[in-house]
């Protein structure tokens, strides 16, 4: 007879090969399930569970996420997602490795040692995201190399730069090739791909994409043979408009994701568990999704052992008592029950100074010759915008915000070299009715982004979250109204993820003081204005970019 840890029997175990709930008995020894079934005279247990009327699922996981995005620490956001039933993430680092390159890599890695949650890093593959942008750090294929040491590296993350894949670059092609000699996965990002640019991606090795924003991008994904994992951030809502693709057939490609969700948007509706939520409330069957959010990400991720509650798996589990509510009672990670004490740590300190510029109030003057303009259109819960075309204010040669129209101006300033370069901008969308909003989080080069009713308000903002080494600042037309400061390379919160949060609704509060009614967030949108690998006009600080003709372009017509 053989002595095992813990046996739980009468659960409804979910068998992830069928997808269908199960009576069965599940034995577990140090982190593993190692056997199931009604085998009491083979095995002894020291302690058993009933678990009569419960259900039982193997832990979530996040197919890819940025935690950077969360603004907390790796070790602070395990301490959310953890008893919420998420066991696992993929993360990419791609965030702080354009503000600090291996370094930060290396930090979020330590960092997120202390936390129970397997957190599970693919290589940063595009930093910087294009070649025409100034960011913190350059990683070619041989500085990732020393990195595939580290037992948490699974792969290589989302691959941006089409152009140069579709070049056959050198660089970009041994970092894929060094990644699938490891034999680890490497992530698409295919925003606005055609069926023929996805399958160059493909042809290179790509077998994964998280940018499906509408059914059609869907099915060409699945006809080139993706595996599909459906997002669910705090403005990137996509899930309400893919998840009808999803059928018994099918299931088997697709898992979850939230890729960038903050540490307040996490805590009112959660992660993962949210995902298989409205998964289910548009019509997944609760066996399917639950295998979605589970076996399907270790599986698109060649992860052989985690997943599914069989033998020979890690004993990750979650406990629900109604599958179709979502309503985790209890979390097993690595055969131990989550415990206020798995969470007793603080986040590591980082040191480098990530703020460096000389950007100065004049350089906010925007001279025009004409009023008819290319603008920025933001779109609410999205991360693609509009280009618009608007007659704009000009008033003795200079660009004048017009709030009735809401036109308001932006600028993207370099930080980490002190380069002086900074670029300028019109957006339209967010409502401001006074004062200005400025903020480190610009992806994904992580320049310093900033828009306003007026040129003081903006210049106030950008020197506040200068002062306090990169965060996001929230002014009215006299004062300071909330600043949320992020030590951790002008990304993330150095505190604990209640003040963090704190911290978050308060700048939220500020941001509800000066403009009008929206149904979006307006931090994470701004953050995404600057990133010009997804459609279609965005600010870089060299200037105003066209993703549809990859060229820059003018503020006139």
């Not at 509800?512 to 459609?535: A, G, M, R, W």
Request: charged share 25%; with cysteine; net charge negative.
């Amino acid at each position: 007879m053989q002595n095992v840890d813990l046996c739980i029997t009468n659960g409804n175990v979910l068998n992830v090969f069928t997808r269908t709930f199960e009576k069965n008995t599940l034995w577990i020894k140090n982190d593993k399930i190692v056997a199931t079934g009604d085998q009491f005279e083979e095995f002894h247990a020291k302690n058993i569970i009933n678990a009569s009327d419960k259900y039982i699922v193997p832990g979530f996981i996040d197919s890819h996420v940025h935690i950077e995005s969360s603004l907390v620490s790796p070790s602070e956001l395990a301490k959310v997602i953890l008893p919420m039933g998420t066991t696992s993430i993929f993360t990419d680092p791609h965030e702080i490795a354009n503000v600090s390159g291996v370094d930060g890599i290396k930090y979020m890695i330590k960092d997120a040692r202390q936390t129970p949650l397997d957190i599970f890093v693919m290589l940063p593959s595009s930093v910087p995201c294009t070649p025409f942008e100034d960011n913190g750090a350059t990683l070619k294929a041989e500085d990732l190399h020393p990195l595939y040491k580290f037992p948490e590296v699974k792969g290589l993350a989302e691959v941006m730069d089409y152009p140069a894949v579709a070049a056959h670059d050198k660089d970009i092609m041994d970092k894929i090739n060094d990644a699938l000699a490891h034999n680890l996965q490497v992530d698409g990002h295919g925003a606005g791909m055609n069926r023929q640019q996805l399958d160059v991606y493909r042809q290179a090795g790509i077998s994964t994409d998280h940018e499906c924003t509408d059914l059609d991008g869907i099915h060409d994904r699945l006809a080139e043979g993706f595996k599909v994992f459906l997002r669910e951030g705090t403005v990137e809502r996509d899930l309400q408009n893919t998840i009808q693709i999803v059928n018994e057939g099918n299931a088997q490609r697709f898992s979850f994701c939230t890729d960038d969700k903050f540490i307040n948007t996490i805590i009112d509706e959660g992660g993962i568990n949210f995902a298989i939520k409205l998964a289910i409330q548009y019509g997944v069957k609760p066996e399917t999704a639950y295998t979605m959010a589970s076996y399907n990400s270790a599986v698109a991720h060649k992860i052989e052992n985690l997943g599914a509650l069989s033998t020979g798996y890690q004993a990750d589990l979650v406990f629900i008592n109604d599958p179709k509510a979502v309503d985790v009672t209890k979390v097993m990670k690595n055969g131990h029950f989550i415990k206020e004490n798995d969470f007793k740590t603080k986040t590591l300190d980082f040191k480098a100074n990530t703020m460096k510029h000389h950007f100065k109030k004049d350089d906010l003057k925007l001279p025009l010759k004409n009023n008819e303009c290319n603008v920025i259109g933001i779109c609410p819960n999205h991360i693609e915008t509009k280009h618009l075309i608007k007659k704009v204010n000009v008033n003795n040669g200079e660009f004048e915000a017009d709030l009735n129209n809401d036109i308001l101006k932006m600028v993207d300033i370099e930080r980490h070299h002190n380069l002086g370069t900074f670029g300028l901008a019109l957006v339209n969308g967010f409502k401001l009715n006074e004062g200005a909003v400025a903020t480190t989080v610009a992806h994904d080069s992580h320049n310093l982004l900033a828009f306003g009713t007026n040129d003081d308000a903006i210049y106030r903002a950008i020197e506040e979250v200068t002062k306090v080494g990169g965060g996001i600042s929230v002014v009215d037309n006299e004062k300071t109204l909330a600043t949320m400061p992020l030590k951790i390379a002008g990304l993330m919160s150095d505190k604990s993820w209640q003040k963090a949060s704190e911290d978050l609704d308060a700048i939220t509060k500020a941001y509800e003081k000066i403009s009008q009614d929206i149904d979006f967030n307006p931090f994470i949108t701004l953050s995404f204005l600057s990133l010009p690998v997804i459609p279609t006009i965005k600010l870089t600080n060299r200037g105003l970019y066209d993703f549809d003709q990859q060229k820059f372009i003018d503020i006139e017509r």
